[in-house]
């Protein structure tokens, strides 16, 4: 089993439509939680970071972490075509002095105005 | 601005060639990080360092090699032993701590 699981879709939605961004991961000593955006042909950006359980909002953007499950959760309200890219989620461990990020495949949304 | 910069944006090597990828930081990051990114495998860590004149292998190493001389700069060489060079290439930092990668713009490189 991969540490971390994500969709890689491809995901399409309408513009203004919800979208919900999933990943799963099997290690229970993830305690940071990230949600990348990239473009197509760029670096990945950081859009979200959250610790242990719990929700953060900012602005459209809702990032959702539920350890007892081991999942999380991204959503996009409002989706706008420029929200179109590849959604990476990241994760890393509390202890030791391991600071490397393990990441998600990435989930591709295309947003049709 | 504080930030990574690549370079070059495109890079084209010739078989049995090496080749050098630069990666300048001026965040002042302990931290350094060498991804490779192919279609459908998501990102894959070549080599990373955490500080200057120490660096590890990433789960992808082989045919690869870096330095890290100063704080600034984390230079990867592709080397004629790595067998399917082309892919986009990225670099990242962070403070070392718990916190999240910066990335550079990525260099693709293509074997011709």
């Known amino acids: 089993q991969k540490e971390v699981e994500q969709d890689p879709g491809p995901l399409s939605v309408p513009e203004g439509a919800i979208v919900s961004l999933n990943c799963t991961y099997s290690?229970?000593?993830?305690?940071?939680f990230m949600w990348y955006r990239q473009y197509s042909r760029k670096g990945p950006e950081l859009l979200m970071y959250?610790?242990?359980?719990g929700n953060k909002e900012d602005g459209r953007f809702t990032a959702q972490v539920d350890k007892s499950s081991k999942y999380i959760s991204l959503f996009i309200r409002d989706s706008q075509p420029s929200d179109s890219a590849t959604y990476l989620c990241a994760m890393i461990g509390s202890g030791g002095s391991n600071y490397k990020l393990t990441f998600g495949k990435g989930t591709l949304l295309t947003v049709n105005p | 601005d504080g930030g990574i910069t690549q370079s070059p944006k495109y890079l084209f090597r010739k078989e049995g060639q090496n080749v050098t990828l630069s990666c300048e930081q001026n965040l002042n990051h302990d931290a350094m990080y060498w991804y490779r990114q192919d279609p459908g495998q998501g990102l894959r860590l070549i080599y990373y360092?955490?500080?200057?004149?120490?660096?590890q292998k990433g789960d992808i190493a082989e045919g690869y090699s870096v330095s890290r001389e100063k704080k600034e700069s984390f230079p990867l060489t592709v080397t004629s032993a790595q067998k399917n060079p082309t892919a986009f290439y990225l670099c990242a930092s962070n403070t070392g701590a718990r916190d999240g990668y910066t990335f550079g713009s990525g260099t693709r490189l293509t074997v011709v």
């Open positions: 959250t610790y242990s359980s």
């Open positions: 290690n229970s000593a993830f305690q940071y």
């Open positions: 360092s955490q500080i200057v004149n120490d660096f």
